[in-house]
């Protein structure tokens, strides 16, 4: 399949990579800026451009994977200018989760969600990634086209898909917040973070056979409150003191 993308970013590096590996052909990349559009063309050996109006007409899927924000403006920009050149017949999908199949102005339209943390220089291997497609028009081919890629493919509503995508946030973005403000502690009192890469793999590697809820540990469990005082004077934030708390708070809840 001839595809062309439509951003330059985390998510569409990795993607078109996969797909160019798996045997489709990217024939070109779009992005507002030359530096972006270059340096994935260059990867995958392609054209570029940073004009709606020279996006080529001639491939059979155009995936939209921008920003969220900037995603409805970059649809209507584009529709607008294959209208004045003449529409291809092709399936336009946007890859963003928390977003509307009915954002995309085309008639063949759908979603094509990979649910992972993307970076454009770390590769990941596809094959356990979950694809989630949604298409009223193109539903087939698109999960044969995901199944290419992935084989945990599922069909899943644009409601549904919005759920996942605010749990995908506690699991993934929260979570790295937290290692984040843990290697800044760290950092202020000389200890290198790595001491901390054997808990983080082991907590990880746990909920693959216990549940989150089984596998809880710590003060909070038991809602030690000489322990969690302590901890909460010693930190240097009153914002990570509110943080310390109400994860705290939430935990002995929940348990």
């Given at each position: 399949m001839?595809?062309?993308f439509?951003?330059?970013?985390?998510?569409?590096?990795?993607?078109?990579?996969?797909?160019?590996?798996?045997g489709?052909?990217v024939s070109?990349?779009y992005s507002?800026?030359?530096?972006?559009?270059?340096?994935?063309?260059l990867?995958?050996g392609?054209?570029?451009?940073?004009?709606?109006?020279?996006v080529?007409?001639?491939?059979?899927?155009?995936?939209l994977?921008?920003r969220?924000?900037?995603?409805?403006?970059v649809?209507?920009?584009?529709?607008?200018?294959?209208m004045?050149?003449?529409?291809?017949?092709?399936?336009?999908v946007?890859?963003a989760g928390?977003m509307?199949?009915d954002?995309?102005p085309m008639p063949r339209?759908?979603?094509?969600?990979?649910?992972q943390?993307?970076?454009?220089h770390r590769?990941?291997?596809?094959?356990?990634?979950?694809?989630?497609?949604?298409s009223?028009?193109?539903?087939?081919?698109?999960f044969?086209l995901?199944?290419d890629l992935?084989?945990?493919?599922?069909?899943l509503?644009?409601s549904?898909?919005?759920?996942?995508?605010?749990a995908?946030?506690?699991?993934?973005?929260?979570t790295?917040?937290?290692?984040?403000l843990?290697?800044?502690?760290?950092?202020?009192h000389d200890?290198?973070?790595?001491?901390?890469?054997?808990?983080?793999?082991?907590t990880?590697?746990k909920?693959?056979?216990?549940?989150?809820?089984?596998?809880?540990?710590g003060?909070?469990?038991?809602y030690?409150e000489n322990?969690?005082?302590?901890?909460?004077?010693m930190?240097?934030t009153e914002?990570?003191?509110?943080?310390?708390?109400?994860?705290s708070?939430?935990?002995?809840?929940?348990l």
């Open positions: 001839e595809i062309v439509i951003g330059a970013g985390n998510l569409a590096t990795q993607l078109s990579l996969a797909f160019q590996r798996a489709h052909t070109q990349i507002r800026t030359e530096e972006s559009a270059s340096a994935l063309a990867r995958l392609c054209q570029w451009s940073t004009s709606f109006d020279e080529r007409t001639d491939a059979q899927l155009y995936v994977s921008v969220d924000a900037a995603l409805q403006q649809a209507e920009g584009l529709y607008a200018s294959f004045m050149r003449g529409f291809p017949d092709a399936v336009f946007h890859t928390s509307s199949l954002i995309l339209r759908g979603v094509f969600y990979p649910m943390t993307f970076s454009k590769n990941v291997e596809f094959s356990q990634i979950p694809v989630f497609v949604e009223a028009t193109d539903e087939e081919m698109l044969a995901a199944s992935s084989q945990c493919v599922y069909r509503n644009g549904q898909r919005k759920y996942l995508h605010v995908a946030v506690f699991a993934c973005n929260f790295n917040h937290m290692y984040d843990c290697s800044r502690i760290l950092k202020e200890i290198p973070f790595d001491v901390m890469l054997p808990l983080i793999d082991e990880a590697r909920i693959h056979d216990i549940s989150p809820h089984e596998a809880q540990t003060p909070a469990v038991r030690d322990v969690i005082n302590r901890h909460i004077k930190l240097s914002r990570m003191k509110r943080i310390y708390q109400i994860l708070e939430s935990i002995h809840d929940k």
